[in-house]
């Protein structure tokens, strides 16, 4: 039991113990001697708890509930994004290699010094996607059990299907068994999404981009900001030693075109960064992204993720409906008319529409039928159509319209702001608002 757990002092290995015994050279023609040091998870470790389902299923609110509710003889807990935790396992581990030589065994190291920051790692939307992620997270997740670190973590996929048809997929087999083990395995999957649940709109999305687009902007800017104190102004943030451009800053808000921050090679780091600095963000002119610009729609999306975790505000001005953001009519037409989909007219391909729903290999939440309802499509469709390069993708897609409806209500917008009743008048755009 958690409330009775006493995590073991954390024994850090010296850097001698973790450097090669042979040279590189050697070992080319006599293999590499060094054995790795034999680790051993406590049998007295709590079992960990994997939580999974659909977005919007209510698995982060339940992982937030119990980080919140830890006893307080838990004195060193984390709560992380799952993204921006590996974001920073590469960072330590560039750090450490950097000092003592890219031949050190660094994740030992690595997992020894983010067990003495934390006993209890919960980490929302669990995902590999990445094969460099893929290769280290066997011996890092093992390696914290080993210093009596309990993971509580959330995902979209069962740990089966975790790293799908990924590269070597076949030595990530040991990290998803070791996952099967040792956490608690709870399925979530729910028909409804909660994020979804009729809620009062805030206004904060706009489209088309008409004569109404700047005026929602820059109301909402004058709003979130703090133009009496800190008059709107360019500023410059530093991540990993890059520097970002934030055309327009006043207070704890800030204002980009979408170019300006997503039409360059920005990505995760920078995002995480940003969110550190800022609590509001205005992002104008988003266009419609078709399958032309899939890198593009990844970039917004992981922005999404990264706002939506740091619980910021976010106003968009954009070209078209939020549902249309990522598939665009003429795209869906041309799919539709595509060969691939093997449309036919024949009784097997009616029998195969009628069952698609049930296919336990293609299933989306409510958001993305929701978009399909608007768009006019079926699952058969969606699944065979190669609107989507990927399960993953599908999910991300899903994700990013779910958590924009949520982030879109008035309760998530006033959240902090102490605001009184009466007030969303003096700045909800009076144009056409997205409701999506």
């Not at 709590?46 to 299923?57: N, Q, R």
């Not at 989909?341 to 929701?370: E, M």
């Not at 319209?401 to 700045?427: A, F, P, T």
Request: hydrophobic share 40%; glycine share 6%.
């Amino acid at each position: 039991m958690i409330k009775d757990y006493s995590p073991p002092r954390v024994v850090r290995p010296s850097i001698e113990s973790l450097i090669p015994r042979t040279k590189f050279s050697l070992s080319i023609f006599f293999g590499n001697k060094r054995k790795r040091a034999a680790v051993q998870i406590p049998p007295h470790l709590p079992k960990g708890l994997y939580m999974h389902g659909d977005v919007g299923s209510g698995k982060t609110m339940l992982m937030d509930l119990f980080y919140d509710t830890l006893p307080p003889t838990i004195k060193n807990r984390t709560r992380i994004h799952f993204h921006n935790f590996m974001q920073d396992v590469h960072h330590r581990l560039h750090t450490v290699k950097a000092k003592h030589g890219s031949d050190l065994d660094a994740i030992l190291y690595v997992a020894a010094e983010i067990a003495e920051e934390s006993s209890i790692l919960c980490f929302d939307e669990f995902q590999c996607t990445d094969v460099a992620d893929a290769m280290i997270l066997r011996r890092l997740l093992e390696a914290l059990m080993t210093h009596g670190v309990v993971l509580v973590t959330t995902s979209n996929r069962h740990p089966t299907e975790l790293y799908k048809n990924g590269i070597q997929r076949e030595s990530f087999i040991p990290c998803i068994n070791l996952l099967l083990t040792h956490l608690r395995i709870v399925d979530l999957d729910s028909q409804t999404d909660y994020r979804k649940l009729p809620r009062p709109p805030s206004g904060v999305y706009h489209h088309p981009l008409d004569a109404g687009a700047k005026s929602h902007a820059d109301k909402w800017f004058r709003f979130l900001g703090d133009f009496k104190n800190d008059p709107p102004h360019e500023t410059k943030q530093l991540v990993w030693g890059r520097e970002i451009v934030v055309p327009r800053v006043s207070g704890k808000a800030a204002m980009f075109g979408f170019e300006e921050l997503l039409g360059r090679a920005t990505g995760a780091a920078d995002y995480i960064e940003l969110v550190r600095w800022y609590d509001s963000f205005i992002i104008t002119n988003v266009p419609a992204m078709t399958y032309r610009e899939r890198d593009l729609a990844r970039r917004f999306i992981t922005f999404i993720d990264a706002i939506y975790e740091s619980r910021a505000k976010l106003v968009l001005t954009t070209a078209v409906p939020l549902p249309h953001l990522f598939l665009a009519p003429d795209e869906l037409a041309l799919a539709l008319a595509s060969p691939t989909t093997n449309r036919s007219k024949s009784s097997s391909h009616v029998a195969q529409v009628s069952s698609a729903s049930t296919d336990p290999d293609f299933s989306l939440d409510s958001a993305a039928r929701l978009m399909m309802d608007d768009l006019g499509i079926n699952m058969a469709v969606m699944k065979d159509s190669g609107l989507f390069s990927g399960d993953e993708e599908r999910f991300a897609f899903s994700r990013a319209l779910s958590r924009l409806s949520e982030m879109g209500s008035q309760e998530w917008v006033e959240r902090g702001l102490g605001m009184k009743s009466g007030e969303w008048g003096r700045v909800r755009s009076k144009w056409r608002e997205d409701k999506a």
